[in-house]
């Protein structure tokens, strides 16, 4: 389950974001199998739309000095939940990822990192889009560029991150940050 900070909080992680995605300087994310913009391609949707279930790979670029590590996030707002008040249904939360990490292969085979609570909180890792037949919902990937350790954070998988804790944990660490998003 996703706990829910206080409006203000959430807020002031918003603007913190916002401020350091702002200040990019050309940091960017890409995927080879996702267009921004697009539709998730059928061999990433979840088994009952017919896919593999695995995460995508990401790419990342023009990472700015005094990076000393990154965090990735993967989000969708449920009808009924407004961006800057609510949490979002988490698919994907990744830390401690190492500063010269570049690039993420489709399904992390290498263990990149360290993965909080799944969408449903029943376990770590990625949780595949399945959105219901006939509704296309949007979802969104960031990555971010840190210039600290989240010292906050569990060193291993820990299903008790959730999207408030990990941002939470980001905030007055992210330099950089650079997303990209898509339907499904």
């Keep these: ?6 409006q203000t909080a959430i807020a002031l992680i918003f603007a913190t974001l916002a401020t350091a995605s702002a200040a990019q300087d050309g940091f ?3 995927s080879p ?6 539709t998730l391609p059928a061999a990433l949707k979840c088994t009952r739309d017919g896919g ?9 670029s ?4 005094g990076t000393d590590g990154f965090a990735v996030i993967m989000h969708h707002y449920p009808r009924g939940t407004v961006e800057g008040r609510d949490a979002p249904s988490q698919y994907w939360l990744l830390w401690n990822i190492p500063a010269d990490t570049r690039e993420i292969a489709r399904g992390n085979p290498m263990s990149i990192g360290d993965e909080g609570a799944d969408k449903d909180a029943r376990t770590t890792g990625y ?3 399945c959105s219901p037949p006939g509704a296309a ?3 969104t990937i960031s990555v971010y560029a840190l210039n600290d350790d989240l010292t906050d954070l ?3 998988d820990d299903i008790a991150v959730d999207w408030q804790t990990l941002t939470s944990a980001m905030d007055g660490k992210v330099i950089a940050s650079a997303e990209f998003s898509f339907e499904n």
């Design 62 to 65: 023009q990472v700015p000095d």
């Design 52 to 60: 593999d279930g695995v995460s995508p790979p990401l790419a990342w």
């Design 154 to 156: 569990p060193q291993q």
């Design 33 to 38: 199998e996702i267009t921004d913009g697009g």
């Design 28 to 30: 960017t994310l890409t």
């Design 127 to 129: 949780t595949p889009p």
């Design 1 to 6: 389950m996703i706990r829910r900070a206080p």
């Design 137 to 139: 919902h949007e979802y």
